[in-house]
């Protein structure tokens, strides 16, 4: 057996995102979407886990648990219901969200933008349109001004590379568009976006107070085999490369991974015979989150990263332990070897509304029976608090 300690400081937490746990979020383009029976979606989000009213509980038991942060987002289509029209109350209870955080002893990670997009915006043009990204920045500084003294982190946009290949070129996410040349300017829009909202957050923060502020990506170890070491630099350059090289400088970039996809002359290779697989169909591969991190400190010239999200689907609760400590374990290869990385966070704190997948894939901690809204901590949830209050691990 052998002992794994972090850095000082090293922040630990879970997360979750507004629209898969809050419930009833019916103006934004994800309700439409699901609703919509076109779209494939296995079912709706409905009350997702009723985290909207339930919160306070639900902080108060990631506390008990161990965890310093909790990573959630705000919900742009209940803040900004209408053009240029705010809900204080919307932004008044976002507020109670980040005070309850502070009173168990939390530090809020506020992500403005995760996945969901104002129906009003997408009746304007969604995110292929320019105009988009001004919209997105004056929504952030209207948060950051109302938050700001209580926020600890801020993530501009979640996995602007996920929505730009989901909704404008595999056509799985709304607006279910397939035209590889719109997802390129679509990318270009979120980048646009996320400068004008780090712009918008840096100015609004209340005087004497700042917090760190960066985007989060997807990003997927992608591996070369068979000679497809071109089809791999075509597909991370336009997946992962140009939201990277557009962080640099920033105070973090985000790093969300949860297996490696492996790339040959034609494009992707199907997950290796005999390999095991999680309920979203990924290989189990915990070395990913070690590859993505050392790629995001090479292209971002060395900007810190953050851990904002890394876990998997499973019914076996042993193998979230067996997956979440060697994933830990390349994180501290990682320092070892100099790269700046400030903290872990677990996807996700509950199981939830799993997009267009529906509420099969668990990747929880926390389990909830959605008939009665009750909650009940995993083993790992137990074990990766644990680990959290000791800053660290033991593995054999």
Known sequence: MSTISFPDGFVWGTATAAHQVEGGNWNCDWWAWEHNPAAGTTEPSGDAIDHYHRYADDIALLASLGFGTYRFSVEWARIEPEDGEFSQAALDHYRRVCAACLDHGITPIVTYHHFTTPRWVAHLGGWEEPDTAARFARYCGRVTSALGDLIGWGCTINEPNIVAIGGYLSGGFPPGRRDAALRRAVNDVFIDAHGRAVEAIKSAMPSGRSFPVGMTLAMSDYQAVDGGEHRRDRIRRNMQDVFLEAARGDDFIGVQTYSRDLIGPEGLVPVPDGAEKTLMGYEFYPEALEGTIRR??????????LVTENGIATTDDTRRIAYVERALAGVRR???????????????????FEWGAGYGPTFGLIAVDRSTQVRTPKPSAHWLGSVAQANSLTVS
């Not at 995001?296 to 990263?305: K, N, S, Y």
């Not at 990682?334 to 939830?352: H, K």
């Open 334 to 352: 990682c320092l070892d070897d100099g790269l700046d990385v400030r903290g872990y966070t677990c996807w996700s704190a509950f199981d939830n």
């Open 296 to 305: 995001a400190w090479e292209v971002t010239d060395g900007t810190p990263v």
